[in-house]
C-alpha cells in the first residue's frame, strides 16, 4: 500500500501538485488514524494532508478516482448487474427487459435520493450503451442515454403496471445527470489516459475569447490571482526610509537595553500599501475582438480591487468606474460603453496621442508614485501623432506604468504600430491574446519569473 | 471526545449546536490525533470560525483567539516585556547591582502575554484560533512556522518556551490571497463549503427549533437560489439563521414576494445585490402565491 500511495504522489506531482515529504509522512500519520476500508474516510484522509488548495483539491479527485479505482469500477459493473437481476422484477425478455427494469431501478434511486445507487447505476447505463461508442462530447452522451432511459423532469407516465409514479423533478433529475458526467468523464480518462482540460490552468492556455460569457470566468481567475500578488508584492521595498515616524513605545522599550536612556530610535513600521491602478483600454474596432476581452479584464478588476479607476478610448478619453461600480451584468456594461462612452468623435480611428494628452490633462493630478497605470492597446495610431513625450510624462509621475498589446509581438512597430516608441517608457510591455498571457503578465508584475510559453 | 473515532468527533460537534460534514468532522478528529493545525478555507461565512469555536466547546477547552489584520506583529501576537513596570523596577531598585536588575527585569513577572504566548504557556490544554490569517503580511507567517511545527515560542531574553499541553491550531483564510507553502505545508487543509440543501436545514431548524420545517425548507431554497446569483455578497450561514429567526418574529407563514421584499435586507446587503435579487428571486416567489392563494 506503501508503494500504491507514493505512485499516487508521482502522478500528483506529474500534475503539478506540490507533494513535498512532510506531506506524505503526515498521510502516512492520518492513515493510521481512519479505517482503511471507508472509502470517503481514506480519501478525505489523503486529501486534506496532501491536497493544500482548491485548485490541488479539484486535481486530486481526478487522480484519485483514475489511480486507486480504475478496477474497482469494472467489478462495480459486474456486481452492479448481477445485483439488479437478483433484485430486480421477475425477468423477461433479455435486452428489452434490462432497459425497462434499468430505467425503473434509476427511478427509484433518484425518488429515495440515493447517492450510492444513483452511480452504480449510471455506471450499469453507460456500459449497457457500451462504453466508449458514445459521440465523445460528455454533455451529448449523457442527454443520450437519459432520453434512450426515457427520463424526464415533472409528471411521469404510469407504470406497466399501472400504478402511479411519483414526479421527478429537475434538481434529481440534474443529480442523476450529475453521475453520468461523472462516469461519463472518468471512463474519457481512462481510455485517453490524460486529464480533461477542466483543470483552471489548462484552461487558461485557450485563445482569445471571443464571446463575453465564454471565458469570464477564466480571466476572472487570472486578475484575482493578479489581485493577491499585487497586495502582497513588489510594494513593500519601496521608499523605506524616506518619512518615517518615530514608534515611542518601542523606543523606550529599547532604551531599556541602555538603563532607560533612548540611544536608539525606532520606527513605526511601514505598513504595505494598497495599489492605486489606473486601466486605459482601447476599444476601437482595430481590436474589437481583443476589446471583448479586455474589458472582461477590467470587469474582473472591478470586482478584486477598489481603488480602481477605468477609462476606455477611441479618439477620446472617458472614464468608466461609474458603469463598472453600478452594473454587475457584463452585456449591459459592454453596451453601455458602446452607446455611452463617447469616446468615438469622427472617424472611430484610435488617436494615441490625443489620449494621452487628454489624460494627461484631466487625469495626471491624480497620479503619484503610487499609482500602477496599465494600457491595454495595440498602439496602432493610424499615421497619427503618438505623442510619445506626453506618454513619457505620464509614465514618470505613475510610480509603474505596464502595456498590455493584444497583438502578437511579431506585428509590433509593423504598419502604423508605433509600440516601440511607447515601450521605452514603460515599466513592461506584454503581448496579451490569452488568459495565458495574462497569468504570465501577472507572474511578471509579481517579480515572479515568467511562466513558459 | 479525546479519542475515539470520527463519528464520536461528529457527534460532540453536533451536540454543542455545530453541525459538521464528514470532511469536516474528519479533519477535526485527525487534528487531535496527529497534533496538527488545521488550515481552513472557503467563502465567507460558512462557518470557518464557527468550528474552532464549537471545537472549543466540544472539548471543554478554553479559546484563545487571535483576529489578524494588517500590520499585527509580534508585539501584539506572541509577547511584550511590560517596559512601563520594567523602568519601575529599575527606579525602584535604587541600590541594587546592574547585574541583579538586568536578570530581574527580563523574567516572566515582566512579559505581558499575548495570544500565541497564552496558548503556549496555558497550563489546560487549549483551543487556539488564529482568524483570517491571509490578512497578515507574509512576515508574519514566518513567524508563526515555529509555533505551529514546534509549538514553542523563542524569546532571545527567555530562551525557549514550549507547550505544555498540546493546544488544537485552527488557522482561518477567506483565501484573498495565497498562503506561503511553508504555512500549508505545516497544517491540514480543510475547504468548508456552503451546505448542501439538507444539511442548511438541519442547521437552520437547530437554531429555530419552533420554525416550521416547510417554511424551513422553502427559506433554504431561496437562499440557495440567491447564492446561485453573481452577488457582491452572497448570504451567509449566519445570515440564513437570521433570516429564519426574522420570519419567526414577522410571524410569516410563508415566504412570498411581499415578506421577502419586507425582510430581504437581512440576507443581501449591497445595494446592487438588492436590486439583482428583487429583480430575480422576488419575481419567482409571487407566482406560487397567486395560484395558491
Known amino acids: 500500500m506503501a508503494a500504491k500511495l507514493l505512485g499516487f504522489c508521482e502522478v500528483l506531482r506529474g500534475e503539478g501538485v506540490a507533494v513535498g515529504t512532510s506531506e506524505l509522512l503526515d498521510a502516512f500519520a492520518a492513515l493510521e488514524h481512519v479505517e482503511w476500508t471507508s472509502r470517503a474516510d481514506f480519501r478525505e484522509a489523503l486529501a486534506t494532508t496532501i491536497a493544500k488548495s482548491q485548485d490541488d483539491r479539484r486535481v486530486f479527485e481526478l487522480l484519485f478516482d483514475r489511480y486507486f479505482f480504475r478496477n474497482a469500477e469494472a467489478e462495480a459493473v459486474q456486481r452492479g448487474v448481477t445485483e439488479h437481476d437478483e433484485g430486480g422484477p421477475p425477468a423477461g425478455d433479455g435486452e428489452r427487459f434490462d432497459m425497462d427494469g434499468l430505467s425503473e431501478a434509476i427511478r427509484e434511486a433518484i425518488a429515495a435520493g440515493d447517492e450510492d445507487a444513483m452511480r452504480d447505476l449510471a455506471r450499469l ?37 399501472g400504478s402511479e409514479r411519483a414526479p421527478i423533478d429537475r434538481d434529481q433529475l440534474t443529480g442523476f445527470e450529475r453521475h453520468l458526467r461523472r462516469e461519463l468523464e472518468r471512463d474519457l480518462i481512462e481510455r485517453t489516459e490524460t486529464l480533461p482540460p477542466s483543470r483552471p490552468l489548462a484552461e487558461l492556455d485557450r485563445a482569445l475569447p471571443t464571446s463575453p460569457t465564454q471565458d469570464l470566468a477564466a480571466v476572472h481567475r487570472a486578475v484575482s490571482q493578479m489581485k493577491r500578488r499585487l497586495a502582497t508584492l513588489g510594494h513593500e521595498q519601496r521608499g523605506r526610509k524616506k518619512g518615517q515616524t518615530v514608534d515611542v513605545r518601542r523606543t523606550m522599550r529599547a532604551s531599556l537595553e541602555t538603563g532607560g536612556v533612548p540611544l536608539r530610535l525606532r520606527y513605526r513600521p511601514k505598513r504595505p500599501r494598497r495599489p492605486e491602478i489606473y486601466v486605459l483600454c482601447d476599444v476601437s474596432t482595430s481590436v474589437t475582438s481583443a476589446s471583448v476581452f479586455f474589458l472582461s479584464v477590467l470587469h474582473a478588476l472591478h470586482d478584486s480591487f477598489r481603488k480602481l479607476r477605468s477609462f476606455v478610448f477611441i479618439e477620446r478619453i472617458s472614464e468608466v468606474t461609474d458603469v463598472f461600480e453600478h452594473e454587475r451584468d457584463f452585456a449591459v456594461i459592454a453596451q453601455k460603453i458602446s452607446s455611452e462612452g463617447g469616446v468615438a ?37 493610424n499615421g497619427r501623432e503618438p505623442h510619445a513625450e506626453v506618454f513619457a510624462q505620464v509614465a514618470e509621475r505613475a510610480g509603474r506604468l505596464f502595456w498590455l498589446n493584444p497583438e502578437p509581438k511579431l506585428y509590433w512597430n509593423y504598419g502604423d504600430s508605433v509600440m516601440a516608441a511607447y515601450e521605452r517608457h514603460c515599466d513592461g510591455a506584454f503581448e496579451c491574446w490569452t488568459t495565458k498571457h495574462l497569468e504570465n503578465f501577472v507572474n511578471v508584475v509579481a517579480g515572479a519569473a515568467p511562466a513558459a510559453e | 471526545m479525546a479519542d475515539g473515532s470520527v463519528a464520536d468527533v461528529k457527534q460532540a460537534l453536533a451536540d454543542v449546536g455545530y453541525l459538521a460534514d464528514e470532511p469536516a468532522a474528519l479533519v477535526s478528529f485527525l487534528a487531535q490525533q496527529l497534533g496538527k493545525p488545521v488550515l481552513v478555507e472557503g467563502p465567507a461565512g460558512v462557518g470557518k470560525t464557527e468550528l474552532a469555536k464549537a471545537l472549543s466547546r466540544a472539548t471543554g477547552r478554553e479559546l484563545v483567539r487571535l483576529q489578524c489584520y494588517e500590520g499585527l506583529d509580534e508585539a ?45 504557556a496555558s497550563p489546560e490544554p487549549v483551543v487556539l484560533l488564529i482568524d483570517e490569517i491571509d490578512k497578515t503580511d507574509q512576515e508574519f507567517e514566518a ?14 531574553e527567555l530562551g525557549r518556551i514550549e507547550a505544555t499541553t498540546m493546544p488544537i491550531v485552527v488557522l482561518t483564510s477567506n483565501d484573498s490571497r495565497e498562503l506561503t507553502e511553508a504555512l500549508k505545508r505545516r497544517c491540514l487543509y480543510l475547504w468548508l463549503d456552503y451546505p448542501d440543501l439538507e444539511r442548511e436545514m438541519e442547521i437552520v431548524r437547530l437554531h429555530t427549533p419552533e420554525l416550521s420545517e416547510t417554511l424551513a425548507r422553502k427559506l433554504v431554497e431561496v437562499i440557495r437560489m440567491v447564492r446561485g446569483l453573481d452577488l457582491k455578497k452572497p448570504p451567509s450561514i449566519a445570515e440564513s439563521i437570521d433570516w429564519a429567526r426574522t420570519l419567526l418574529l414577522m410571524g410569516a407563514e410563508d415566504i412570498d414576494r411581499e415578506t421577502f421584499n419586507q425582510s430581504m435586507s437581512i440576507i443581501v446587503k449591497h445595494r446592487t445585490d438588492i436590486d439583482l435579487v428583487a429583480e430575480r428571486v422576488g419575481v419567482k416567489l409571487a407566482d406560487p402565491l397567486r395560484t395558491e392563494g
Open chain 2, 143 to 156: 513567524m508563526l512556522l515555529e509555533l505551529l511545527s514546534d509549538f514553542q515560542i523563542t524569546i532571545p
Open chain 2, 76 to 120: 501584539k501576537a506572541m509577547y511584550e516585556w511590560n517596559y512601563r513596570k520594567q523602568l519601575l523596577r529599575i527606579q525602584a531598585g535604587g541600590e541594587d547591582g546592574w547585574g541583579d536588575v538586568q536578570e530581574d527585569i527580563f523574567s516572566s513577572e515582566f512579559l505581558l502575554e499575548r495570544p500565541l504566548m497564552q496558548a503556549i
Open chain 1, 345 to 381: 468623435d469622427v472617424s472611430g480611428y484610435t488617436d494615441y496621442g490625443r489620449v494621452w494628452l487628454e489624460f494627461l490633462t484631466e487625469i495626471s493630478e491624480d497620479l503619484d508614485p503610487r499609482s500602477t497605470v496599465i494600457v491595454l492597446g495595440d498602439a496602432r495610431t
Open chain 1, 125 to 161: 447505463a453507460i456500459s449497457a450503451f457500451g462504453r466508449g461508442e458514445g459521440s465523445g462530447v460528455v454533455g451529448v452522451d449523457v442527454q443520450r442515454i437519459r432520453r434512450t432511459l426515457g427520463l424526464t423532469a415533472g409528471t411521469q407516465p404510469p407504470a406497466q403496471d
